[in-house]
């Protein structure tokens, strides 16, 4: 195939029409003989043709080559590759030189040759007689021309693309590659599996390092790469041949460069906000977990229950761990967490390696373990020189809330105080300690951190904060019921008041409910304790109590993302409150 034969010019005005219109128009010369001219039919023509052969191109192409006989001389299919050459550079005999120019990916070409433009009247020893005419049937595979660069064609954009692909970064993407006749070599899905890796410092074929530039996570595109950008005269070994541009549609679907740390986004921060967690600090917060694309990974909301751990300490992911610091309580931000402070290139669960990971983030409220009941006093009456102590008999209204607002039950609501014996473990610590010092007509927000409240096992490890209200008049000064002996039982008087208000253990305090005990904490409920006392009648702080600390754990099998392996440490943490 490679003898130059006689070579002259194509007709130029047929193949400019062929360029240009792509018309079937088959290239004749002007002699009366038809077998003395070239003659081209294109058997099927694709109907998309971005690109039809020039003088110059590389093609890769399929043939078959017979005698006006229909005696088979060549195929290229025998040799189970294609034909590859430069047109028009004399590498084939000239009248296929001819012939291939206009002809699209996928087109199909039957194609006569006159001797004078195939071998001549020398023919081919023992393949092609003198002065044959030569019939090819020829399907084009593959195009390109050495001055091509990489093309890409972006065919979907996300609204929002707040960055795009630099060299060094790192993506995860999904990839078909075919070549440019649309078979496909390669697919991620076929594998199951993303292409994750750098671009543009070398770890791809040069085109593809070029191609994935500049693209958004989200971004669709097609790259196309001749081979001088890809595996070259050699091809891969394995599914790529010589000299075949590839075509790759990718869609990407992460990116971050390893210098990355987190970013904070979205921020809401309520007004009034007194105070920032810090380092130590227990946290409950609500989030939703997606990866860059979108897709969701793990939501405490589906859960319905917070996410409860030490803040800085090493019991979450390091970029949680930052990403939490600082945050007021009701505040909602967007933690961006690169893969090496979120699961790094293993990822867990159903969180692919490498995986950039967003965090939805709502702080529920948080505390320090070191603090201590917090008091504000509202209103206080002129006349205040007789004041709440241990023992005393107090009648009082509240509104007891989490730090979010949400309210959790209310004397108001009921209609009737509630009345307790201060200093024998009646109510949970915090709130004994809130009542104290008070005097009536007082009006005061305490706030209770949960070890001095309803711990862990509480209505879940909330902050309480209580807004009590000593009544005016109802206890009024001098009537209080002070028990003679504070280490003692309250005397039958008192008992007999507390009783029928129902403080210990009775329906009525059952009714009123949620205050002194904790929704949910069932077992401590039966046995009628809402506060731990010593044998001395002292209550005690809520140490983790590990039948409640079993209760707190999600359901079984709920995938808790973001602790970091080892999470236990979160629970075994617990304890020290
Ligand atoms: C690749 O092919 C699959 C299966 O045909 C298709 O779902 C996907 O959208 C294609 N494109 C990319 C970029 O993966
Ligand atoms: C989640 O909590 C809400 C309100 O407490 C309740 O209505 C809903 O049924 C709960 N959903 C699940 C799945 O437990
Ligand atoms: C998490 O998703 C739920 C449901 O889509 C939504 O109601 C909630 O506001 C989201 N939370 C955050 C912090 O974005
Ligand atoms: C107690 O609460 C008040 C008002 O909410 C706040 O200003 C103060 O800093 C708090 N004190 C402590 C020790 O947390
Ligand atoms: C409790 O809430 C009710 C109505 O929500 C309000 O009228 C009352 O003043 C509140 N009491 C206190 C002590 O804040």
Redesign the pocket.
Known sequence: MALPALRRPPPALALLLLWVTGQAAPVAGLGLDPESELHIERRSVPTECPRAVRPGDFVRYHYVGSLRDGRRFDASYDRDSTFNAFVGKGQLISGMDQALVGMCVNERRFVTIPPKLAYGSEGVAGMIPPDSVLHFDVLLVDLWSPEDQVQIHTYFKPASCPRTVQVSDFVRY???GTFLDGTLFD???NRMKTYDTYVGIGWLIPGMDAGLLGMCVGE?RVITIPPFLAYGEAGDGKDIPGQASLVF???LLDLHNPKDSISVENQVVPEGCERRSRSGDFMRYHYNGTLLDGSPFDSSYRRNRTFDTYVGQGYVIPGMDQGLLGMCIGERRRIVVPPHLGYGEEGRGNIPGSAVLVFDVQVVDFHNPSDSVNITSHYRPPDCSVRSQKGDFLKYHYNASLLDGTLLASTWNLGKTHNVVLGFGQVVLGVDMGLREMCVGERRTVVIPPHLGYGEAGVEIALVSWKNWLLHGAVAAGHLAVCPDPSAAPSPCCCLDLRSAGFRGGAGQRRAGVRHRAAGAGGRAARGLHVRVDRRGVPQPLRGDRQGRRRGRPPGGVLRVHPRPGGQRQREAGSRI
Do not use: I, M
């Open positions: 999904h990839c078909n697919s991620s899905h669709r549609d990718v869609l």
